[in-house]
């Protein structure tokens, strides 16, 4: 069993970065596929982006790419979310998620962070 736990999240400005972290426990995640999603109120979840844990393959959504950064750090066995020039609709509660699968989609996630608040203020 994987556990997975955010941390990072906070207040900031319009422009401000900011970086999530991940960490996972339970297992090594060699083999797994990473994934950050958010949540706003009212809205769907959505997929911020991903990353491969064996060969370091990212993808990002439209919305975030040239923007935001994933990667991870093996020996810790923790995922991180660079989030650069951040805007009001960035605002949400952002999950990390992992599958033993080779996709990033909603559904094939096996395990779930509780989620962590990131509010963007203008």
């Known amino acids: 069993q994987v556990q997975l736990v955010e941390s990072g999240g906070e207040e900031v400005q319009t422009g401000d970065s900011l970086r999530l972290s991940c960490e996972a426990s339970g297992a090594f995640l060699w083999g797994y596929t990473m994934t950050w999603f958010r949540q706003a109120p009212g809205k769907d979840r959505e997929i911020v982006g991903g990353?491969?844990?064996?060969?370091?393959?990212?993808f990002y959504a439209d919305s975030v790419k040239g923007r935001f950064i994933i990667s991870r750090d093996i020996n810790k066995n923790t995922m991180y979310l660079q989030m650069n020039s951040l805007k009001s609709e960035d605002s949400a509660r952002y999950y990390c998620?992992?599958?033993?699968?080779?996709?990033?989609?909603?559904?094939?996630?096996?395990?779930w962070g509780q989620g962590i608040q990131v509010t963007v203020s203008s």
């Open positions: 998620a992992g599958t033993t699968r080779a996709t990033f989609a909603t559904s094939d996630m096996h395990y």
């Open positions: 990353i491969s844990w064996s060969g370091g393959t990212t």
